[in-house]
């Protein structure tokens, strides 16, 4: 009888503990947010760099669902062309830059339940390949080297919710680097839009 008493009490407790981790994992899921995807486009402030398509993800963890701070994980990436015509030993180097931009920080949202905006102020670092030409008799060789910056992005937001955790977003950024170096010489920031959705894990 005690060995049965014992069995019973032990799948009890072992049951509501599995229960109460289970309801703490999925609290913790429903706080996630990502984006499927959110296309823009980005205008830089450089002669060097035409404007591009940009296209962006990220996860994002909420302390609540509505007006709240947040912390929020941004990967975005662009491929943009490029005229080095001048200052170079050749006449011009001409191509497509691809450049990553990772960024991570809080940001803060209020609103109420079908029209909400965030704000977010977000350092990171900006991955790209610049190209140097080395000129041996009539040869010509471009080679890239990989290459990062320290950058920041303002990041403002508008968000419709059509359900409880889903929204269309609009989205206004302003992304900055802080080094007049290769294609930023005359030019450090870039102004863009994206749209895109929005949605929960669970």
């Not at 995807?37 to 994002?60: A, C, H, K, M, W």
């Amino acid at each position: 009888m005690k060995l049965k008493t014992f069995l019973i009490t032990t799948f009890l407790i072992l049951f509501f503990h599995s229960n109460a981790q289970e309801k703490q994992e999925s609290e913790f899921l429903k706080r996630i947010f990502l984006p499927s995807i959110d296309v823009g486009y980005q205008f830089p402030n450089s002669s060097l760099i035409d404007p591009s398509l940009r296209i962006s993800t990220s996860i994002e963890y909420r302390f609540t669902n509505n007006n709240d701070f947040f912390v929020r994980l941004n990967y975005d990436t662009n491929g943009a062309r490029y005229n080095l015509g001048e200052g170079t030993t050749i006449n011009n180097i001409q191509g497509t830059v691809q450049s990553q931009d990772i960024f991570l920080a809080p940001g803060y949202r209020f609103g109420d339940n079908n029209w909400r905006f965030m704000f977010s102020l977000m350092p990171g670092i900006k991955f790209y390949e610049f190209p140097t030409a080395q000129i041996n008799g009539q040869q010509v060789t471009i080679s890239q080297s990989g290459k990062s910056l320290f950058t920041t992005s303002i990041l403002g937001t508008i968000e419709y919710y059509f359900d409880e955790k889903s929204a269309f977003t609009f989205s206004l950024y302003q992304n900055q680097v802080w080094e007049n170096t290769d294609f930023w010489v005359d030019g450090r920031s870039a102004i863009g839009f994206s749209i895109g959705f929005i949605t929960s894990l669970l």
